[in-house]
T-cell receptor, first 114, second 115 residues
Framework: DQQVKQNSPSLSVQEGRISILNCDYTNSMFDYFLWYKKYPAEGPTFLISISSIKDKNEDGRFTVFLNKSAKHLSLHIVPSQPGDSAVYFCAASAVTFGNEKLTFGTGTRLTIIP | GAGVSQTPSNKVTEKGKYVELRCDPISGHTALYWYRQSLGQGPEFLIYFQGTGAADDSGLPNDRFFAVRPEGSVSTLKIQRTERGDSAVYLC?????????????FGEGSRLTVL
């Protein structure tokens, strides 16, 4: 039972344009959401997060949007740069309920075309 | 080092053998997590320590898997009677007091191959 789903295994975007990565979840108890970025042969690195009390969080070129009613979140990268090429994982947890483990999606491989 | 350190980076073993994977978390981080990532999948939770005790081991797939953190710092993941299906990258992560799942810092992983 995949509680966090990333339905697009891959995405290609022209350099300078906007990259939009999507994530859906099924567990209503999830109240904290994160995006991680992973380069080959490296561990995932934290990118940006959002609490369920917000619907948007912005950090430089990265913005995460949360739609609780649709159980959907998205990561926007603008403008996209070649160094953004990586695998992006969406993750969720239920921290309010004392659940400190992250549940990850299967990832989306983003390729930025110069 | 400043980050989470995992050893070995690569381990090849034969089916039925015993394996230990080590994780050295960021200094001062009280929470430590083990995840497993199979090819084409996202990281899958195995176990979480708060200090020396396992706060949640619900992700361990069966009793061949065991993890310890005797002094609240370094942790060892132990796999007995390895099977080919155990082949994966085993990731360790730690977080600072009060952060918990809000920001995990991952190591580079230990790639286990069971022949």
């Amino acid at each position: 039972d995949q509680q966090v789903k990333q339905n697009s295994p891959s995405l290609s975007v022209q350099e300078g344009r906007i990259s939009i990565l999507n994530c859906d979840y099924t567990n209503s108890m999830f109240d904290y959401f994160l995006w991680y970025k992973k380069y080959p042969a490296e561990g995932p690195t934290f990118l940006i997060s959002i609490s369920s009390i917000k619907d948007k969080n912005e950090d430089g070129r990265f913005t995460v949007f949360l739609n609780k009613s649709a159980k959907h979140l998205s990561l926007h990268i603008v403008p996209s740069q070649p160094g953004d090429s990586a695998v992006y994982f969406c993750a969720a947890s239920a921290v309010t309920f004392g659940n400190e483990k992250l549940t990850f999606g299967t990832g989306t491989r983003l390729t930025i075309i110069p | 080092g400043a980050g989470v350190s995992q050893t070995p980076s690569n381990k090849v073993t034969e089916k039925g053998k015993y394996v230990e994977l080590r994780c050295d978390p960021i200094s001062g981080h009280t929470a430590l997590y083990w995840y497993r990532q199979s090819l084409g999948q996202g990281p899958e939770f195995l176990i979480y320590f708060q200090g020396t005790g396992a706060a949640d081991d619900s992700g361990l797939p069966n009793d061949r898997f065991f993890a310890v953190r005797p002094e609240g710092s370094v942790s060892t993941l132990k796999i007995q009677r390895t099977e080919r299906g155990d082949s994966a990258v085993y990731l360790c992560a730690s977080s600072s007091p009060g952060q918990g799942a809000r920001e995990l810092f991952f190591g580079e992983g230990s790639r286990l191959t069971v022949l």
